[in-house]
């Protein structure tokens, strides 16, 4: 770090002496770099263990909200067992929000970091997030709802800590409810030069019996790869007036 | 091959053993893995039978969330069927050797497909015999790559 950045972030320190992300940006070392593109990776049978993204805790809602939840889990499979799909936002072409849009089918995503910002972009839909490294975190109560919310983050030596707030009710992780309380922790590290792990924690005091963790894990694609646009102008797909998903044919 | 591509092939191959996407996802988002979600489910398709179609294209949408391939088939009086065949997106279809002018309309190929389970019109691509002869997939990285550029 030059000493141009050092007498710059000091003097936002002196601003801002409650911003945490002032406080780690103090440390001596400089952040390792997640620019680039990042392929969803799992690992395979003979690939190194300590790569592969650990198994999610597990996930314990209220029971006031579990009961809907699980009701609608088995509508949804006995859905599936005579051959429809529930109507979901993925059908109706919904962008998926945070935390969704980190781990969508194969789709990567693109990681663009700055000393005071560092930008998600997902292939899939050609969602965007902000993540800023500059600022403290506003109250939960004064984030306009949205599909990213509001996301700060600061460094803890080599790992980037995400705090987002403001996702609104109805941008959910695969129909998982919560409240205007919930919060999501993202802890995003470097494994090696071409891993990368996001751990994601969801908290809910209204919903979640306790913090629920799962972790995507990336693999970086080659470096001359482009991401490619994602926009939905040609969905075929409908709900029907019964809620299912149905498949508009040319020829219909 | 790397891990992403082995991952893919799995996700294809979990596709090709009747286990349907939103069966896969589910496993993601509760079982040992991480959630990994997908545009829809292939529930409205058959994904234990395969139909081929010999046809003419009247048009390739190289659109999202899907690709299509329109086409018209002859049935055994010579009398032309239309056909709506639905392929993955354009990232997923490049990832397999495809291009947004792979084919085009008027040109003749063989698809095989699962059929959709209404019994209408429609179905989900496995892999498309282009003009040229090359077999492409609708899976990452199924095809063998496109021919070498020839100078003329």
């Not at chain 1, 805790?57 to 609608?72: F, G, H, I």
């Not at chain 1, 995003?188 to 913090?211: F, G, N, Y």
């Not at chain 2, 095989?112 to 899976?139: C, E, Y």
């Amino acid at each position: 770090m030059n000493l141009g950045m050092k007498s710059k972030i000091l003097c936002y320190a002196a601003l801002l002496p409650m911003a945490p992300a002032m406080v780690h940006a103090q440390s001596a070392s400089a952040p390792p770099d997640f620019t680039g593109v990042w392929g969803i990776y799992r690992g395979g049978p003979d690939s190194d263990p300590k790569f592969r993204p650990p198994a999610p805790t597990p996930l314990v809602l209220k029971p006031e909200y579990d009961k809907p939840y699980q009701a609608r889990r088995a509508e949804e499979a006995a859905a599936a067992k005579r051959g429809e799909q529930l109507a979901n936002a993925g059908a109706e072409c919904i962008p998926y929000g945070v935390p969704t849009m980190m781990s969508v089918a194969i789709y990567p995503v693109e990681f663009i970091q700055t000393p005071k910002q560092v930008t998600i972009i997902s292939e899939a839909f050609s969602e965007v997030r902000r993540v800023y490294l500059d600022r403290p975190q506003a109250k939960m109560e004064d984030v306009a709802p949205g599909f990213y919310g509001r996301s700060v983050g600061h460094w803890e030596g080599d790992t980037l800590v995400v705090d987002t707030v403001g996702i609104k009710p109805t941008v959910t992780l695969r129909g998982l409810p919560h409240s205007p309380q919930m919060r999501v922790t993202e802890r995003i590290r470097m494994l090696s030069a071409d891993i990368l792990h996001d751990q994601i924690t969801i908290e809910d005091p209204v919903v979640l019996e306790k913090p629920y963790t799962y972790t995507t894990a990336y693999k970086r694609m080659a470096s001359d790869y482009e991401m490619v646009e994602f926009v939905c102008d040609n969905n075929r797909e409908y709900v029907d007036e019964k809620g299912i998903v149905r498949l508009k044919l040319h020829n219909q | 091959m790397d891990s992403i591509e082995r991952l893919q092939m799995k996700i294809l191959q979990a596709v090709r053993a009747k286990v349907c996407c939103c069966a896969l996802m589910a496993a993601g988002i509760f079982g040992a893995a991480s959630p990994v979600l997908a545009h829809h489910s292939f529930t409205m398709f058959d994904m234990t039978k395969q139909l081929t179609l010999v046809g003419t294209v009247s048009s390739f949408e190289w659109t999202n969330p899907h690709s299509y391939i329109e086409i018209d088939v002859p049935d055994e009086k010579g009398a032309a069927k239309h056909w709506s065949i639905e392929m993955g997106s354009p990232s997923i279809l490049m990832q397999s050797g495809w291009k947004f002018n792979s084919i085009k309309a008027g040109e003749k190929v063989t698809l095989i497909i699962n059929p959709m389970k209404s019994g209408q019109a429609g179905g989900f691509l496995s892999t498309a015999t282009l003009p040229d002869g090359r077999v492409l997939s609708n899976g990452p990285r199924q095809g063998p790559p496109p021919p070498a550029p020839t100078q003329k």
